[in-house]
């Protein structure tokens, strides 16, 4: 049975699909001759838009605006390059933070507001599907990472993000900060930061998600998920190794 997080990510799917249809499929989208192939091309007219793959829509997604189609062309297939993240993160087709850097490069906090809209309620949907499910195709920090390439501000997300109220939150935490502390040698660091790469030009974003890392609520947040989820030895390991990595980036200065 789907939960209800399942059901709430298929029915924000749904309504990308709505809100983007408007935009169709041109005879031929202009690209770079030296970067996009007819065989390119013609992956992406081989198939009804729901019914295309990683394969047909890959080299797009990567290309997109850049080299290869406007805005309008990438809100056409934006619905179901969306929908194939939320399904598989990206796996290896695609770094998803690329697609959802691809938002800011559109401007597309300057598209209708019934667009952004949908957006938004597809990412806080994606969002609260990720912490509903341990293993995820998305795990935490890569999702996060993706929300900070788009967005500038991740205040809602975080706050959502209620690590004591159900294992599965939990457990995304405590692989966050796993990721997040390995390396990690008070004899050699000096300082600490975020570990994913895609950071890197998206200061503003990084230093909320490294502020609310810090903060010393997320040491009594993960308390209180280790006495209320911690009754078996591996749920217990589980908790209380995060509990050590979060002590040890705590104890490091930012950047």
Request: proline share 4%; net charge negative; with cysteine.
């Amino acid at each position: 049975m789907n939960s209800s997080s399942d059901v709430r990510l298929g029915a924000a799917i749904e309504e990308l699909y709505r809100t983007f249809s408007c935009y169709r499929l041109p005879k031929h989208l202009t690209g770079c001759a030296h970067c996009v192939s007819d065989a390119d091309h013609a992956l992406l007219y081989s198939k009804r838009l729901r019914l295309l793959g990683p394969k047909e829509l890959s080299r797009f997604a990567f290309k997109a605006m850049t080299t290869w189609g406007g805005a309008d062309d990438f809100r056409h297939f934006l619905p179901r390059i969306f929908e194939l993240i939320a399904a598989d993160g990206g796996r290896d087709w695609i770094d998803p933070e690329v697609v959802f850097g691809k938002l800011p490069y559109g401007d597309w906090l300057r598209w209708p507001e019934h667009e952004r809209q949908a957006l938004s309620s597809f990412f806080e949907a994606l969002w609260s599907n990720v912490l509903g499910h341990f293993p995820h195709p998305f795990d935490a920090d890569s999702f996060l990472c993706c929300l900070g390439q788009a967005l500038a501000d991740l205040t809602r997300f975080l706050n959502s993000w209620q690590i004591s109220e159900s294992m599965t939150s939990a457990q995304h935490f405590a692989c966050f900060v796993e990721h997040n502390s390995l390396g990690l040698n008070p004899a050699k660091n000096k300082v600490w930061s975020l570990r994913n790469a895609w950071w890197t030009h998206r200061a503003t974003p990084a230093n909320q998600v490294a502020d609310w890392l810090r903060d010393p609520a997320r040491k009594v947040d993960l308390e209180q998920a280790f006495f209320s989820f911690g009754a078996t030895d591996s749920d217990a390991e589980v908790l209380s190794t995060a509990m050590e990595d979060l002590a040890c980036i705590q104890s490091f200065a930012g950047m």
